[in-house]
């Protein structure tokens, strides 16, 4: 499947793909920033990659939390870094008019947890011909996204990622079970573990979602040791001045000694 996505380089069936960058677009200097030492990285470990960016954040914890730039600038932006470092590109959309005109501006259209079952919404991404990876809800067993995987391919699109992001464990926490992973696989999806929204700590009283970063490796080990074809990882140059999910994300300078030992770790269990 991932050969039919458009410019996504170094293809190593041995290896993982990636989807990393910021949660969300803040500004095209911070966005470039992100893609060219990510883009570097996966370049020299040749590990096929796509960056990742919200044009908007529809939903917020708090009224006054950041939301976005504006779309059509938001927008813009994406699609000048996936054309500067001709890598493929992918934003979350939020209702069905969303889904034709992101379209115009990415490659791959990311259903959020909260909306992995919202049947409409799911039906436009797939008519709009682009891969459309569907994360798995908080509250859904992996077994039920076969469901949700349906609802695009009766679309006549088959290009569907299905990304694992924890499940709901009491108000303020998550688990990730890692037979989730092969689940999935079993109904010949590509299957994304996302590292970071996993160890979301959600519904905090102060309205702002925490996270446990420190276990992002932890996290990424086990799914890569599981067999998962991809990893998803937000991350930033500056995560205390983030303007959104900064609680959650990986410092930038982290991310390539981490991918070094990921693919140790992929080369020792697959060879």
Do not use: W
């Not at 994304?192 to 996290?219: F, M």
């Not at 390539?256 to 697959?270: G, K, S, T, Y």
Request: glycine share 8%; with cysteine; net charge negative.
């Amino acid at each position: 499947m991932l050969e039919q996505i458009p410019r996504l380089k170094d293809l190593d069936s041995r290896n993982f793909f990636l989807i990393a960058g910021p949660c969300a677009i803040e500004g095209e200097a911070v966005a470039f920033e992100i893609a060219e030492q990510v883009h570097a990285i996966c370049k020299r470990l040749h590990i096929p990659y796509i960056f990742k960016g919200s044009y908007r954040k529809a939903n917020r914890s708090r009224l006054d939390s950041f939301t976005g730039i504006g779309d059509e600038k938001a927008l813009n932006i994406l699609k000048a870094v996936g054309a500067h470092f001709d890598i493929p590109v992918t934003t979350d959309i939020h209702t069905e008019s969303e889904a034709a005109m992101a379209a115009e501006y990415v490659d791959v259209l990311q259903i959020p947890a909260f909306l992995c079952r919202q049947t409409s919404l799911l039906i436009a991404a797939g008519q709009a011909g682009k891969v459309v990876n569907i994360k798995k809800g908080q509250f859904v067993s992996p077994e039920a996204m076969r469901f949700a995987m349906e609802k695009v391919a009766e679309t006549g699109n088959s290009k569907i990622i299905l990304t694992e992001r924890g499940t709901t464990f009491g108000y303020q926490d998550l688990v990730v079970d890692f037979r989730s992973i092969p689940i999935m696989q079993s109904f010949d999806a590509t299957v994304v573990l996302d590292c970071t929204h996993s160890l979301q700590q959600p519904n905090q009283s102060t309205g702002v979602t925490g996270g446990r970063p420190a276990l992002i490796e932890t996290i990424a080990r086990a799914g890569v040791a599981t067999g998962v074809d991809g990893l998803f990882i937000e991350t930033h140059p500056r995560p205390a001045e983030a303007k959104s999910d900064g609680a959650n994300m990986l410092p930038l300078d982290k991310l390539e000694p981490l991918l070094e030992r990921l693919v140790r770790i992929r080369e020792a269990a697959f060879q």
